[in-house]
């Protein structure tokens, strides 16, 4: 008969077992090129350190782009979706990096929303990223889109001075091909509190985004939990440092229809 400490060891070989089981197989469905990208060593190590709460790989998996591919990304930031989309759309493909312009009562000394973004495309490393700024109320990109990106943007949408978000999303569908897929990535709000949370804990209820977006003409594809937190309370501000770049985060997926549907 085994001892406890043998029986305690085995069933401890046995989770680390299925635990590697499991993370081979999200591996597995990780396709080569984002893989790669993630672990370019050209990314910041800053970047670097945020990818075991934000992951990148799994999250772009789920919205599949892929090499060749024409991306738009809606107020980029710090750019750090922005290295990784250029490394996956690769030579033939192309990242717009869509930036707000400076705001006209903006402080001299503040930099202006595309600053950094705009350094991102000056690297040679990174030369199929163009830089379009625009207000929200009237965006448009330069060429028609295979993938609309936005990563915990959407909710400030809604507080944006003069914006109809159901106008930006129809304008983001009318810059997609057909088939083309609109991925929206938030901190989740309270269920059932639709827009309230907005300005005051930059959060918003899920299915809220899912409404305005469908009234746009898109057809939901799916969601993913990948960045689901359950010990989220969701009633903290998304910068508290109790909290931050720990929230509870839906990814959700929206395709627009083919020609003929």
């Not at 931050?244 to 229809?257: A, E, S, V």
Request: glycine fraction near 8%.
């Amino acid at each position: 008969m085994k001892s406890p400490a043998d029986l305690l060891a085995a069933g401890a070989l046995s989770v680390l077992a299925a635990f590697s089981l499991c993370a081979a197989s999200l591996a597995a469905d990780v396709p080569a090129p984002i893989r790669a990208a993630v672990a370019d060593g050209g990314r910041p190590d800053s970047d670097k350190q945020r990818d075991a709460d934000r992951k990148p790989a799994e999250t772009l998996a789920f919205a599949g782009v892929k090499p060749g591919e024409a991306v738009g990304e809606l107020l980029p930031g710090g750019g750090y979706f922005t290295r990784i989309l250029s490394k996956v759309v690769g030579s033939g493909g192309k990242v717009y990096a869509l930036s707000a312009p400076r705001a006209a009562d903006a402080a001299p000394d503040k930099p202006e929303p595309a600053a950094r973004v705009k350094a991102i495309a000056a690297d040679p490393a990174y030369s199929n990223v163009q830089v379009v700024v625009t207000p929200l109320t009237q965006i448009a990109f330069p060429a028609p889109l295979d993938l609309v990106w936005t990563s915990q943007n959407y909710h400030d949408f809604h507080n944006v001075p003069g914006l109809d978000v159901s106008v930006l999303d129809k304008q983001i569908f009318d810059a997609l091909k057909p088939g083309g897929i609109y991925i929206v990535l938030d901190h989740a709000a309270a269920p059932g509190s639709a827009d309230r949370d907005t300005a005051t804990l930059h959060r918003i209820d899920a299915e809220t985004v899912k409404k305005e977006v469908l009234a746009a003409g898109f057809v939901f594809d799916g969601s993913s939990d990948l960045l689901h937190r359950s010990d989220d309370p969701h009633t903290a501000k998304v910068f508290d440092p109790l909290i931050r770049g720990k929230t509870d985060q839906f990814i959700l997926k929206f395709r627009k229809p083919a020609k003929g549907r």
